[in-house]
């Protein structure tokens, strides 16, 4: 197929689509609604079901609902609509079931602004509900990454039987690049055993099987217990599998810039245009966001001088960096809240001044 | 020894549990009228032919449990998002039968926004929602519904509808909705009441399998542990307190329903 110039939002509600979501459920809210939009128009023609929830409280339940029924189900919102979705992502995560959340992150706290932001990254990978549990966390930087993650989405979910979140502030939903999309993924309409189909579809030769039930409860302490350490080992499987991210000039790089999403695109561009300065700089991108790439990040610690991060936030995953890379390193933030981004110049002038700092410390460590 | 043809046989059965009711105890206090109200849609979903079609949606609250107590595929709603959780489930399996089982705090307050709008919606489902005039899961504080003058746990002086409102009346409240095909309420507190909230949900049931909408059977149930009576003075009190203020009918019944209601 042949790329053609599509809308972040637009491109990922389509992907959705031809990754065979069978049921979308969501509620307007600024910056992600041409998501909401085209699946109201893609759904129905395809026989597939769309409802546009009451609210996004109601939505996520939808979600809850159509994915403990075993199809491939999903959702989108925008940061103070994720505030309001955290009690399912909670049931989503206790009942084990999977469902792909869409996150068009812009400026909070409270009703915030429309602007592009990465202030969701503490909620959506520290804390999307009450409880111990942490969705995958995918973040692109580019319209056509959204549309392969969009699609991993599903496929990690379903493999996992765990709640996948798409996040991308709100530069990427409305940025229009060239792209290609996918191609439709064949509908098998197989539910899978532990389904909520009712007996009748799992009979087989006459007998009535066993009910299935979708709950999150374990009333007794050793019973949650055990069901936790259950979750804990398939969580830690995940973090050995499905960490994610995209590195340049790493080999001989003494600073190193980690950003993510569209941070990530400006920073990228910073690090190229000092490379051919000879300034010594790379760049690391976590596509990841949990799990961290943080052994990766680990090893990287050994040989540079210092990190800077830079965010769309106060400094959120500053903190996962500065864990990963231990204390004997410098770690440095650059950010920038309300809906502003940073700046190519701003990001180059904050590596060479980081340079800089890490050149007069290895001095004085010399002396 | 004589023996008897089949037809002759001195042991006729007319009574036996329902194939929809798991064989077990269930959680409920002495007296409280879930358990009528389980058997009831346990008998109903039997006689309809239903029960391998049939998906419940448990509530948060005293029926926490009833995925427990019926067999037929089930889900744990989070507290109030019962109807929202069934919209997600009957939307991809639109051949099943989806009901959710709620109480008063349930429905009437956290989760009213969730029943209002699939009611709305005319979403094909059945709600069987037992009002008992307050909270029991958590030891009997004020609902919703709870009576002008009723003593709770959080309303220790009487329930005080100045400042706290009357007591909510679903049923007719959904009757307004033009999604909703049946909305009436029956009472548990003697046998002829029994019967007639059996055919209730029967209609209800027999609502959804015609695809006419939405449908709601509010059923006064006692609650004699955070009323602080027996069970026989508790089904006094729904008799003589409850009935006055939420008096028993149909509140509506769409026409589909009425002709076939005629012919029967």
Known sequence: ?367 | MVMLAPEQQLEKLVYERPSSLEMCHTHYCPGCTHGVAHRLIAEVIDELGIQERTILVAPVGCAVFAYNYFNVDAAEAAHGRAPAMATGIKRVNPNSIVFTYQGDGDLASIGLAEAVHAASRGEQLTVIFINNAIYGMTGGQMAPTSLSGQITTSSPNGREVLSTGQPMHVAEMMAGLPGVVYSVRRSLHDARHVIQAKQAIKTAFEAQMQGLGFSIVELLSSCPTNWGLNPLDAVHWVRDQMIPVFPLGDYKVADALQSKRARS
């Open chain 1, 1 to 367: 197929m042949a790329k053609e110039l599509l809308k972040g939002n637009v491109a990922i509600a389509e992907a959705a689509v031809r990754a065979g979501c069978e049921a979308y459920f969501g509620y307007p809210i600024t910056p992600q609604t041409e998501l909401l939009e085209h699946m109201s128009k893609r759904m129905p023609e395809l026989g597939r079901v769309f409802l546009q929830a009451e609210s996004e409280v109601a939505a996520v339940n939808m979600v809850y609902g159509a994915a403990s029924a075993g199809v491939r189900v999903m959702t989108s919102s925008s940061s103070p609509g994720i505030s309001l979705m955290q009690e399912g992502f909670s049931y989503i995560a206790g009942s084990e079931v999977p469902a792909v959340v869409v996150d068009v992150m812009r400026g909070g706290p409270g009703l915030g602004n429309i602007q592009p932001s990465q202030s969701d990254y503490n909620q959506v990978v520290k804390q999307a509900g009450h409880g111990d549990f942490h969705p995958i966390v995918l973040a692109p930087a580019t319209v056509q990454e959204a549309i392969d993650l969009m699609t991993l989405s599903f496929d990690l979910a379903e493999k996992y039987r765990t709640l996948v979140f798409l996040v991308l502030d709100g530069a990427i939903g409305q940025l229009m690049e060239p792209a290609e999309l996918p191609p439709m993924r064949e509908m098998t309409g197989l539910r899978p055993s532990w389904a909520l189909t009712g007996q009748d579809k799992r009979r087989q030769n006459g007998r009535l099987p066993d009910k299935n039930i979708i709950t999150s409860i374990h009333m007794s302490a050793e019973e949650l217990h055990i069901f936790n350490v259950h979750l804990q080992n398939k969580l830690a499987a995940i973090e050995a599998s499905e960490v994610r991210y995209e590195e340049n000039f790493i080999e001989d790089a003494e600073i190193i810039v980690v950003a993510f999403g569209t941070a990530g695109r400006v920073a990228s561009t910073a690090v190229k245009n000092l490379r051919k300065a000879n300034v010594p700089v790379g760049f690391f991108r976590p596509i990841t966001l949990w799990p961290f790439p943080e052994q990766r990040l680990a090893q990287l610690a050994d040989r540079a001088k210092a990190f800077l991060v830079v965010e769309m936030n106060a400094g959120q995953m500053f903190h996962d960096v500065r864990e990963a890379v231990g204390r004997s390193v410098p770690v440095e933030f650059l950010g920038r809240m309300g809906g502003l981004m940073p700046f190519t110049d701003e990001i180059e002038q904050e590596i060479r001044t980081v340079w800089r700092r890490s050149e007069v410390l290895a001095l004085h460590r010399q002396q």
